[in-house]
C-alpha cells in the first residue's frame, strides 16, 4: 500500500501502524480510544513485534486521521491477496480443514 501522508512530522510507519490498530481490533477494540490504549498497553511487545522504537502509542485523533487517509479499495485489495497467499497451498499439496482445524494433510501426485 502506498502512505498518503506527509513525511514531515510522520511518527508511525504505515505497515506497523496498521498492523497494531488491527491487531486492537482483533483483542477487543471497538473504538478509537480502546484501539489507543490497547497500543499503549501493548507498546513494548508491539515495538519488539514490528523492530520500531515508539515511545508512545499514537493518539485516538492520529489514529483517525491515519484511517481517513488510507484508500478503501486498495486496502480491501491488500487484505484479500494477503489473505489468499495464507490460505493458498503450496504446489503439489492439498490440505482439508474441518471446523477450522487442519485435520490432515494430502500429497497431489
Known amino acids: 500500500m502506498r502512505d498518503v501522508r506527509r513525511a514531515q512530522g510522520k511518527r508511525y510507519a504505515l505497515e506497523p501502524l496498521l498492523c497494531a490498530i ?3 481490533m ?3 477494540a471497538k473504538s478509537l480510544r480502546t484501539i489507543e490504549a490497547v497500543i499503549d498497553e501493548q507498546l513494548a ?3 519488539q ?3 520500531t522504537r515508539w515511545r508512545k502509542a499514537p493518539c485516538w485523533v ?3 486521521d491515519f484511517l ?3 484508500d478503501e479499495q486498495e486496502l480491501e485489495r491488500a487484505f484479500r491477496e494477503h489473505a489468499h497467499r495464507q490460505a493458498s497451498a503450496p504446489p503439489g499439496r492439498h490440505f482439508i480443514a474441518i471446523d ?3 485435520c490432515g494433510e494430502v500429497r497431489i501426485a
Open 68 to 70: 481517513l487517509g488510507l
Open 62 to 64: 492520529a489514529i483517525r
Open 49 to 51: 513485534l514490528f523492530g
Open 100 to 102: 477450522g482445524k487442519a
Open 45 to 47: 511487545n508491539l515495538n
Open 26 to 28: 482483533l483483542a477487543g
Open 22 to 24: 488491527v491487531m486492537s
